[in-house]
C-alpha cells in the first residue's frame, strides 16, 4: 500500500499554518509525539502550550486563548478529544461560539492494537449532538492537509478526526475540500455509496468491484458529517434512491445515521449502513476489526446487489 | 482618595451590589442570592477600584478580563455591570426572562462585560488561564480576575488548571475563592470537605493569601499587595466569606444557595442591606 497516516498530515499542516499565522495554537495534552505536533513545538514555541495529561484543562485553555483572538487546536486522541472534554466543549466553546479546533488522532478503529480503550468508535457521534459543532474526517493525506487548512479558515468550532496508521492515497494535491461539501469521487446510477475516512479506499475498491460487475456506481466522500452536504444526499436520494453508508465509527449516529435522517424525512430511498454494530473493539489487525463488523468490500458488494435485487 | 475614604466608598458600593442582586432575583422569582451576597464585596472591590476596564469599550484589548466561574452568582456581576454603566440599570428587572442579556447563567454572546460564558463549574478558571497566556504571549499587561466557589473546588480541573497556571508562571492572573463553606446540597463540610485551601494553593506553587473577605480594608490591602508583588506567580486570594452575607435569615442558611425572597423576605432584605453602618 503506499499512503500515510493522516496524523502526519495534520502535523506537516498544521506547522505550515502555524508558520503563516502566530494566532494559531497548538495545545498539546501530552500526546503531541504521537499527534505529531512536536516540529510545531520546537519551531514555533510561543505558540504551543502542553497542559499535560489534563484534556478538560486542554479545552478551557483554549477557549480563553480563542476570547483573545488565537485560534487554538486542542490536539489530543478521538476518545479523548470527545468524550474527556465533551461538556467543555460544549459549555466553554459551541455555547460561547468560540474558534477553537479540536484535533484528534487514533479515530475509529486505526490504533487497532491499543485496544478498545483508545479506539475512538463513538466520538463523531457525541460531537455531532453539540450544536454549533463541525465534524469531520478526512480520507487520506492530501485531503486532511486542505482540511485542516480549511478548518483553520473557517470561523467556529470543528472537530477533526484522524488515523493513527498509514491509509491509501485516494487523492494527490490537487483536490479541493470545502468543509460541509461532499467530494464525488465517481458519478453513477445505480447506487450510491458514501463513505468518508480511513474507510474511503474499502468503498472505492467496491465500487470498482461493482463497475466490474456491470454496474453504475456515485462514491462520494461526505468528509464532513456536520454540516450534512444536504444537496448531495438529496441528489442521491432523487436520482438513484439506492444508498449503501460506510465508516469506521459507530454505526449510531454518525455518518450512516445522518443519511437515515435525511431519507427518513424524505420518505423514499433505502439506506443500508455498514460500520461499526454498536460494540468495542479489542486489540488486534486493523482489518480483523472491520470484517468483524462487515466493514468490508465483500459487504458492500452484496449489499448493492441485494438492492438491485 | 485615602485609603479610608476608599474603603467607605467600597462599602457603599458593596451595598448596593448587594441591593441590586436582591432586586433582580426577587423580580426573576428565581437565582442564586447566597452566593451572590457572600462575593459582594470583592466585586465592588474589583469593579469600582481594581479593574482597568472602559465599560464603554468592553471588548477593549487591554482590558482586565474578569472570569465568574462560579457562574450562578452572576446577579452580583450583572449588578457590577448595570452599575458600571455596561447597559442601563432597568435591564437588571429582566433577569432570567425570555430575550434578556442577562442570562440564568452568563452568556458572553449578549452580555457586554461578559467576557466568558460560564455555569457549568470548574471550568472558568481554564478559561482565564487561557486569556492569561494569551496576554504573557502578546506582551500586553491586562490582568485576568477569576471568582471560584469554595464547593466549585471539588471540581478535578479547577487543580488542571492551577497546575497550568503555575507552569506558565501567570502572575496576571488572580483567583478569589469565595470560602463561604456552603453548596448546594449542604455544608462543604458535609458534602466533600475542601479542606485548607489556601494550603492547597500555596501546595500547587501559587502565592496565596487567606483574609476576611468581608473586610474592605483587607480586600483593598490584598489586591495591592498582589499588584506590587514581583513574583512570578499566580495569585490566589482565600476569601472566608459568609453565605447570605448582610441579610440576617439568609446568612450560612443552606436553602438561600437557590432560592429567591418573596415580597416580605424581600423588603426585610432590603431593609437589613440599606440599615447595615458603613
Known amino acids: ?309 | 482618595m485615602n485609603r479610608n475614604d476608599k474603603a467607605v466608598m467600597l462599602r457603599e458600593k458593596a451595598r448596593e451590589l448587594r441591593k441590586t442582586a436582591l432586586i433582580m432575583i426577587h423580580t426573576a422569582g428565581s437565582g442564586h442570592p447566597g452566593g451572590s451576597l457572600s462575593a459582594a464585596d470583592f466585586m465592588a472591590a474589583l469593579y469600582f477600584d481594581e479593574l482597568n476596564i472602559r465599560p464603554g469599550d468592553p471588548t477593549w484589548p487591554d482590558r482586565d478580563r474578569f472570569v465568574l466561574s462560579k457562574g450562578h452568582v452572576c446577579p452580583i456581576l450583572y449588578s457590577s455591570l448595570a452599575l458600571r454603566e455596561y447597559f442601563p440599570y432597568e435591564t437588571i428587572y429582566t433577569l432570567r426572562k425570555q430575550g434578556s442579556i442577562l442570562q440564568g447563567h452568563p452568556d458572553m454572546k449578549v452580555c457586554p462585560g461578559v467576557d466568558i460564558s460560564t455555569g457549568s463549574l470548574g471550568q472558568g478558571l481554564s478559561t482565564a488561564v487561557g486569556m492569561a497566556l494569551a496576554g504573557k504571549r502578546d506582551g500586553r499587561s491586562y490582568r485576568v480576575f477569576c471568582l471560584v466557589g469554595d464547593g466549585e473546588c471539588q471540581e478535578g480541573q479547577i487543580w488542571e488548571a492551577v497546575q497550568s497556571a503555575v507552569k506558565y508562571e501567570l502572575d496576571n492572573l488572580v483567583i478569589i475563592v469565595d470560602n463561604n463553606n456552603l453548596q448546594n446540597d449542604n455544608t462543604c463540610d458535609v458534602v466533600m470537605p475542601t479542606g485548607d485551601l489556601r494550603f492547597k494553593f500555596e501546595a500547587f506553587g501559587c502565592e496565596a493569601y487567606g483574609i476576611d473577605g468581608h473586610d474592605m480594608d483587607q480586600i483593598v490591602d490584598v489586591l495591592e499587595t498582589i499588584r506590587e508583588s514581583e513574583k512570578k506567580l499566580p495569585k490566589v486570594v482565600v476569601g472566608k466569606t459568609v453565605k447570605g452575607k448582610g441579610v440576617s435569615f439568609m446568612e450560612n442558611v443552606v436553602m438561600w444557595h437557590g432560592m429567591a425572597p418573596d415580597k416580605e423576605q424581600f423588603d426585610t432584605a432590603m431593609k437589613e442591606v440599606e440599615e447595615v453602618t458603613v
Do not use: W
Open chain 1, 1 to 309: 500500500m503506499t499512503g500515510k497516516a493522516t496524523r502526519d498530515a495534520y502535523g506537516e499542516a498544521i506547522l505550515e499554518l502555524g508558520r503563516e499565522n502566530k494566532d494559531i495554537y497548538v495545545v498539546d495534552a501530552d500526546i503531541g509525539k504521537s499527534c505529531k505536533t512536536v516540529p510545531f513545538s520546537r519551531e514555533l514555541p510561543g505558540q504551543h502550550v502542553n497542559v499535560g495529561i489534563a484534556e478538560q484543562n486542554a479545552c478551557g485553555v483554549a477557549a480563553g486563548l480563542a476570547t483573545c483572538g488565537k485560534i487554538p487546536f486542542v490536539t489530543t486522541y478521538a476518545v479523548f478529544g470527545s468524550m474527556r472534554m465533551s461538556e467543555q466543549i460544549r459549555q466553554e466553546v459551541c455555547y460561547p461560539k468560540l474558534n477553537v479546533k479540536i484535533a484528534c488522532s487514533h479515530g475509529g478503529f486505526t490504533p487497532a492494537n491499543d485496544g478498545a480503550s483508545h479506539q475512538g468508535v463513538e466520538d463523531m457521534g457525541v460531537l455531532r449532538s453539540i450544536p454549533g459543532m463541525t465534524v469531520l474526517m478526512p480520507a487520506d493525506y492530501y485531503a486532511a492537509k486542505k482540511l485542516v487548512k480549511a478548518a483553520a479558515d473557517y470561523k467556529g468550532a470543528v472537530y477533526l478526526r484522524f488515523t493513527r496508521d498509514p491509509v491509501p492515497f485516494i487523492y494527490d494535491e490537487d483536490a479541493e475540500f470545502e468543509i460541509g461539501k461532499a467530494y464525488k469521487l465517481k458519478e453513477g446510477k445505480d447506487v450510491a455509496i458514501i463513505a468518508n475516512g480511513d474507510i474511503m479506499s474499502v468503498a472505492l475498491k467496491a465500487a470498482e468491484e461493482l463497475e466490474a460487475k456491470g454496474h453504475s456506481v456515485r462514491l462520494l466522500d461526505m468528509h464532513t458529517i456536520k454540516p450534512l452536504d444536504e444537496e448531495a444526499v438529496n441528489a442521491c436520494i432523487d436520482e438513484i434512491g439506492k444508498i449503501i453508508t460506510v465508516e469506521d465509527h459507530n454505526i449510531l449516529n454518525g455518518l450512516g445515521s445522518a443519511v437515515c435522517e435525511m431519507v427518513a424525512e424524505k420518505g423514499k430511498g433505502i439506506v443500508k449502513r455498514i460500520g461499526i454494530r454498536d460494540q468495542f473493539g479489542e486489540s488486534a489487525p486493523y482489518e480483523y476489526l472491520l470484517e468483524k463488523n462487515g466493514i468490508t468490500v465483500d459487504n458492500i458488494v452484496k449489499s448493492a446487489e441485494r438492492m438491485f435485487r
